[in-house]
């Protein structure tokens, strides 16, 4: 893996288009909307206590898209849960637009990987939940539920119950759910993990176009490398044991995307970025090796 | 339909609509014709009805007596040459036929009570049905609450389940006594007994229910804003309905197990009475529909219950229940998009 770059004679991953540079320029000058402070995360365990977290701290601009990836047991989905406050602080300052945060709220709307669509309500009454709890008079509620069913292109189902969706549908509504609020980010923790890769490219298409069409700041979470390059204006990628950031790596690839970027030569080396960022092979397999010597001659 | 012959027994599947319904119907048919062959076969007949006493002086027309009496009688009789008694081989009176019961399943309820100031059959099925249901309702007015937060807040969890679970051990009977010196003769006490019986399992067995509710939805919930008494009451209990209705129903039908003991505390009234005074007078057949009125009663009520149940929840299958369909016809059907 480590000379295919020299093989395909691939640019560097910090080599920016004009288009890049001055979309990411305009991201940073805008107001941050979310800024982690050295947040550290602890759980107790039977060996004592064990640090998830350490120290991480990163901001997030307005109408930035940021991935996170790393390792599996990092600690991503507990950073962002985190951020929802579903888990409690050990140490650090999570701030939203300059406030810090105390408890859950409408203002970080969250999608799980886990179909989390009240299955006793309609489609329709699932996005009207947060409108409702807000006070929004019922017709208001919706009025507005409709137009954001509009949006992920679900409007038809709206009398249907979850149970009568596909997983991929079930989670376009989770997402509609979580922007009727107006939340100042929308957190996904691996929303398209659980889908097949057909409706995986089709989510990530949709992901792409209501981001065009509404003002939204986006933390996505996952595993898979293509879908962080293909959505992101950045990558944060964390190291495990204890989490850490280990890079935030701005994406050099243009907007608006499409799949044919897939194999342009920016995507391509900012995927073998990430990949050597997460799996350091190379070196990794060597210690494994001097590792297994060792105990070879031990033996005899 | 596929033309392969269908399989009776396959691991872990289930079988066709028509099948289940056959084999239900079988499932009561059966016993019934087990029933019928033990009373009209010549397979048991362990007694002898005597039809004509002849010249016996220990028996009369009509009575019961076992095969070898009836025989060592005859022989008597017939060395001292007296004439023989007459008789038919039958099953013990305690073993009515079918048709026995069925006739006395209508003839219970239009008897005329023996004694004047008795209850008819039917206030006794009234009177029972009567405390069941107050038993049952008053447990489930304090227990299916107090259930629920002990399966929402640990506080009630563990201040609450550790005497519940001990008190649960008590066998309900026990308090019988206690009941009537407190409560008196009435029904009172007898509704106490079917509370007992029923509040602490209910408490124990909701908390529990409770507990199996996804927790990701209440905290999808929590991030779209609801504080913890929306999540209580817009997101937890919907959530554990389907369940903790299922739990109800059997529930109550433990509650109508303890109807016999609890009839029997204080002063006898209700089925168990009207059997109690059956069997006194040896009216077996009358005993046997009384217990069959009880059955069905129990059954009944759970195949009544079933049915609402199947429409309330109908979301849990994906499916509109009969008066959304009733209110908004023609609705699009889920294909992929
Ligand atoms: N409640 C908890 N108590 C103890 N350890 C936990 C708890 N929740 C998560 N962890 C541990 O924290 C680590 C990170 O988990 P998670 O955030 O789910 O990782 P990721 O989402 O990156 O795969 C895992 O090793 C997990 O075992
Ligand atoms: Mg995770």
Not at chain 2, 300 to 318: H, N, P, Q, S, V
Request: glycine share 6%.
């Amino acid at each position: 893996m480590m000379d295919i770059p020299n093989k395909l004679n691939l640019p560097s991953y910090k080599e920016q288009s004009a288009e890049v540079k001055e979309r990411l320029d305009f991201i940073k000058r805008q107001p941050v909307v979310l800024e982690i402070d050295n947040l550290v995360k602890e759980f107790p365990t039977e060996e004592g206590v064990r640090r998830i977290l350490d120290q991480v701290s990163f901001k997030v601009h307005r109408r930035e898209f940021l991935s996170i990836i790393g390792p599996s047991g990092c600690g991503k989905s507990t950073l962002i849960r985190m951020l929802a406050c579903l888990e409690d602080i050990t140490d650090g300052l999570i701030l939203l637009d300059t406030y810090p945060v105390g408890e859950p709220g409408a203002d970080r709307g969250m999608v799980f990987q886990k179909y989390t669509l009240f299955p006793w309500l309609t489609v329709k009454k699932n996005v009207m939940f947060g409108l409702e709890v807000a006070n929004k008079s019922k017709f208001d509620a919706e009025r507005e539920a409709l137009q954001w069913l509009d949006i992920v292109g679900l409007e038809p189902y709206a009398d249907l119950f979850p149970a009568q969706l596909s997983g991929g549908m079930q989670q376009r509504v989770a997402i509609a759910r979580a922007l009727a609020n107006k939340p100042k980010v929308l957190l996904m923790d691996e929303p398209f993990g659980a889908l097949d890769a057909q409706t995986r490219a089709k989510m990530q298409a949709y992901l792409l176009q209501i981001r065009e069409k509404i003002d939204i700041t986006i933390i996505f979470i996952t595993h898979d490398l293509d879908e962080a390059v293909y959505l992101s204006d950045r990558v944060l990628v964390l190291e495990a044991n204890p989490g850490r950031v280990q890079e935030i790596v701005e994406v050099p690839v243009e907007r608006p995307r499409s799949p044919e970027q897939f194999l342009s030569p920016e995507f391509l080396t900012t995927k073998i970025h990430l990949e050597e960022l997460i799996h350091p092979s190379a070196e990794e397999s060597k210690d494994d090796f001097k590792v297994v010597k060792m105990v070879a001659t031990e033996e005899v | 339909m596929s033309n392969k012959e269908e399989k009776w027994f396959r691991f872990g599947k289930g079988l066709s609509q028509k099948r289940v319904r056959g084999l239900t119907i079988a499932s009561f048919i059966l016993p019934l014709l087990i029933w019928s062959a033990i009373s009209y076969l010549p397979v048991w007949k362990p007694e002898v009805q005597i039809v004509e006493a002849g010249d016996t002086i220990y028996f009369e027309e009509g009575d019961r007596v076992d095969r070898e009496t009836f025989q060592l009688e005859n022989e008597n009789l017939t060395t001292e040459g007296d004439l023989p008694m007459l008789g038919k081989r039958v099953n013990p009176v305690y073993f009515p036929a079918p048709h026995e019961v069925a006739g006395a399943l209508y003839s219970a309820f239009v008897t005329e009570p023996r004694r004047e100031g008795d209850p008819w059959f039917h206030e006794s099925v009234a009177h029972s049905v009567r405390v069941v249901f107050w038993g049952f309702i008053i447990s489930s007015i304090i227990g299916v609450p107090l259930g629920i937060m002990c399966g929402v807040f640990s506080f009630f969890s563990k201040l609450i389940e550790p005497f519940v679970e001990f008190f649960r051990y008590f066998p309900a009977p026990v308090f019988g006594a206690l009941a009537v010196a407190i409560l008196g003769i009435n029904d009172a006490p007898k509704v106490a007994i079917i509370f007992i019986g029923t509040f602490f399992q209910q408490v124990l067995v909701i908390a529990n229910t409770t507990r199996t509710v996804d927790f990701s939805l209440v905290e999808a919930a929590q991030t779209l804003g609801a504080k913890p008494g929306c999540l209580l009451f817009r997101v937890v209990i919907p959530a554990v309905l389907p369940k903790l209705y299922m739990d109800m129903r059997i529930l109550l039908g433990w509650a109508w197990t303890y109807l016999i003991v609890a009839e029997v505390v204080g002063t006898s009234t209700g089925i168990s009475w009207f059997i109690n005074q059956q069997a006194k007078y040896r009216m077996f057949d009358n005993v046997y529909a009384a217990i069959l009125v009880l059955g069905f009663i129990g059954l009944g009520t759970d195949m009544i219950l079933g049915a609402i149940g199947r429409e309330l929840f109908a979301w849990e299958e994906g499916k509109r229940s009969f008066f959304s369909r009733m209110f908004n016809k023609n609705k699009p059907v889920a294909v992929e998009a």
